[in-house]
C-alpha cells in the first residue's frame, strides 16, 4: 500500500494567514493526488484533483502543486469558513489511501 | 443536483453483518461515466477506503477488509449497496457512500452522501 504522510497534523493561524500543508507519498504517485475538505460533521469535500486542478466552485483561495512523493496544499487568506480538517488521497495504485489529516484552526 | 443519501441500521450485534444502503438522486447510477465507492471514518479518526464498484460490474475492494465486504448496485432502485460481515468493535464508524468521476487518468470522488453512523456493540 502507498503510505501517505500529511503534516503538520495540526495548526493553528490568524485570519488572513498564508497556510501550508504538506503530504508525502510512500513512492512516486506522479500527480495522482486529491485534496479534501472535512468540516466538522460533515462529509469530504472535493476541493483539487490531480495534483493543482481546483474542482468547480472552489474558492482560489486554496490551491495544490508538487508532483512524484512531495505536494503541497496551500490557503491563502486564511477564512474563518475554512476551519476544519484537511485530507490528501492517492489514486495511482489501490488500495486508494488518504493521508492522516490536518486539522485546521483559527487562532 | 446529485445527492445520495445512505441508510440502514445504526446499531449491529458483533459477529452480524453491516448493511448499508446509499440512494442516489437527481442522477443516473448506472452511467458508464462514473462509478462509485464506500469510505468509512471511525470516530475521531480518519478516511479509510473501504471499495469501488464501476459500471461494468467490476469491483475493487481494501485488501483488510475484502474477505468480509460486499457491494452492489440495484440500477432500478437507482441504489448501492454494503455489506461487510462479521463486524467488530473496530468497524464502529460512518460510512460514506461517494460518487467517483474518472478518466484521463483522473479519478476522485466529488460527491458524498452526509454519511451514517455504524456502532457495533451488544
Known amino acids: 500500500d502507498i503510505q501517505m504522510t500529511q503534516s503538520p497534523s495540526s495548526l493553528s493561524a490568524s485570519v488572513g494567514d498564508r497556510v501550508t500543508i504538506t503530504c508525502r507519498a510512500s513512492?512516486?504517485?506522479?500527480?495522482?493526488l486529491n485534496w479534501y475538505q472535512q468540516k466538522p460533521g460533515k462529509a469530504p469535500k472535493l476541493l483539487i484533483y490531480?495534483?493543482?486542478n481546483l474542482d468547480t466552485g472552489v474558492s482560489s483561495r486554496f490551491s495544490g502543486s508538487g508532483s512524484g512523493a512531495d505536494f503541497t496544499f496551500t490557503i491563502s487568506n486564511l477564512q474563518p469558513e475554512d476551519i476544519g480538517t484537511y485530507y490528501c488521497?492517492?489514486?495511482?495504485?489501490?488500495?486508494?489511501?488518504f493521508g492522516g489529516g490536518t486539522k485546521v484552526e483559527i487562532k | 443536483q446529485l445527492q445520495l443519501q445512505e441508510s440502514g441500521p445504526g446499531l449491529v450485534k458483533p459477529s452480524e453483518t453491516l448493511s448499508l444502503t446509499c440512494t442516489v438522486s437527481g442522477g443516473s447510477i448506472s452511467s458508464s461515466l462514473y462509478f462509485w465507492g464506500w469510505i468509512r471514518q471511525p470516530p475521531g479518526k480518519g478516511l479509510e477506503w473501504i471499495g469501488s464498484?464501476?459500471?461494468?460490474?467490476?469491483?475493487y475492494y481494501n485488501p483488510p477488509l475484502k474477505s468480509r465486504v460486499t457491494t452492489s448496485v440495484d440500477t432500478s432502485k437507482n441504489q448501492l449497496s454494503l455489506r461487510l460481515s462479521s463486524v467488530t468493535a473496530a468497524d464502529t464508524a460512518v460510512y460514506y457512500c461517494a460518487r467517483g468521476d474518472y478518466g484521463s487518468g483522473t479519478s476522485y470522488f466529488n460527491f458524498w452522501g452526509q454519511g451514517s453512523l455504524v456502532t457495533v456493540s451488544s
Open positions: 464498484i464501476y459500471y461494468s460490474g467490476i469491483t
Open positions: 488521497q492517492q489514486y495511482d495504485n489501490l488500495p486508494l489511501t
Open positions: 490531480d495534483a493543482s
Open positions: 513512492q512516486d504517485i506522479a500527480n495522482f
